[in-house]
């Protein structure tokens, strides 16, 4: 029942808590690929070129995919915009993680952790962070926002995808994270677009930022 092509995403979303949320992932993840594919996900497609837009492709460059799952963005960082630099990758789930490790990209470290709280990785590391499609109910906690912010060096660039999720609580929550890191003035959004998420399945928006870390809090 999880893979129909429209019902999956909710399920997930929708599932009783993190660690079912996490069990349906485990039974997704080979499937996850030919999924996307199937419903026209375009999205780590799209932010593999905003990054190669907003960072030098040197091999020096430094770029962190959170909750990357089976890691597709580095797919296309690697595949389509030729990207030198070192990639790291960091998700909750073995089973994406280790399909990820499979695909010969060349990633720094494979990082599990579950995210929750702060993030054992040092602060101002990153030119790069990018997470898609976890900004969600029984996913990253919105806090997770600010701590994402930590890690990225200054004048380095954050990109993470946002949508309506059904959750008052959850969006509430991150627009006001949202809300608090632009006015302290943190970052400046240098885009912001909309996208539509599974284009072959449904015509769910998604809400895509790129922001350019200003200074610390
Ligand atoms: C919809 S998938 C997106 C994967 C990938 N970014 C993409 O766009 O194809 C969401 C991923 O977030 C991971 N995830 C969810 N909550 C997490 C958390 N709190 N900490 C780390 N990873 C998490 C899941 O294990 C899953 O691999």
């Known amino acids: 029942m999880y893979w129909s092509p429209s019902g999956l995403y909710e399920v997930i979303i929708h599932s009783k808590n993190e660690s079912v949320s996490q ?5 997704w993840a080979k499937k996850y690929d030919g999924d996307c594919s199937a419903f026209g996900y375009v999205v780590p497609q799209e932010v593999a070129k905003l990054c190669t837009k907003y960072v030098k492709n040197a091999e020096t460059t ?3 995919d959170v909750a990357a799952g089976t890691g597709e963005l580095g797919t296309y960082l690697r595949k389509n915009e030729k990207f030198i630099g ?3 990758i960091l998700d909750a789930n073995m089973e994406m993680l280790y399909l990820a490790s499979k695909k ?17 990785l040092p602060s101002n590391s990153y030119d ?13 906690p919105p806090s997770a926002l600010q701590n994402l912010l930590t890690l990225t060096k200054i004048g380095g660039i954050l990109i993470f995808n ?32 909309e996208l539509i998420l599974l284009p072959k ?11 350019k870390k200003i200074k610390e809090l």
């Open 104 to 120: 010969n990209l060349r990633f720094r470290n494979i990082i599990r952790h579950w995210i929750k709280g702060e993030i054992p």
């Open 86 to 88: 070192e990639i790291d």
């Open 128 to 140: 790069v962070i990018a997470s898609l499609g976890a900004f969600l109910p029984l996913h990253l």
């Open 201 to 211: 399945v449904n015509a769910k928006p998604s809400v895509l930022y790129v922001c």
């Open 62 to 64: 430094t770029l962190l």
């Open 162 to 193: 946002t949508r309506k999720t059904l959750s008052a609580s959850y969006d509430e929550e991150l627009t006001k994270v949202m809300n608090e890191i632009q006015e302290n003035k943190r970052v400046e959004i240098l885009e912001k677009k």
């Open 23 to 27: 069990m349906n992932y485990d039974l």
